[in-house]
């Protein structure tokens, strides 16, 4: 059984950062690849950043240069720092876990104010 749990969520406004966490339990050992998700009212949940066990990254367009997605294989934890924060990074951060079939968090909302 695995489980995560996001933290970190919040209000805040534009021009702001605030840091995700997601903490991850279970038997995760042998799954490389996690991420940042968010799906926003009415619409589809997008890709936000990716990071693999060895650390490569993936990042969306809209998000590159202001978000950092890190990880601690030790801690098994993993973070998301947003900066600048816009409007429109309003919505719910889901943690993600695994490529194929993967694993969520319930999610936790950011909501950034104009």
């Known amino acids: 059984q695995v489980q995560l749990v996001e933290s970190g969520g919040g209000l805040v406004q534009a021009g702001g950062s605030l840091r995700l966490s997601c903490a991850a339990s279970?038997?995760?050992?042998?799954?490389?690849?996690m991420g940042w998700y968010r799906q926003a009212p009415g619409k589809q949940r997008d890709m936000v950043a990716t990071?693999?066990?060895?650390?490569?990254?993936t990042y969306a367009d809209s998000v590159k240069g202001r978000f950092t997605i890190s990880r601690d294989n030790t801690k098994h934890m993993m973070y998301l720092q947003m900066n600048s924060l816009k409007p429109e990074d309003t919505a719910v951060y889901y943690c993600?876990?695994?490529?194929?079939?993967?694993?969520w968090g319930q999610g936790t909302q950011v909501t950034v104010s104009s």
């Open positions: 993600r876990l695994g490529r194929f079939s993967p694993y």
């Open positions: 990071i693999t066990s060895d650390g490569t990254t």
């Open positions: 279970g038997s995760i050992f042998s799954i490389n690849f």
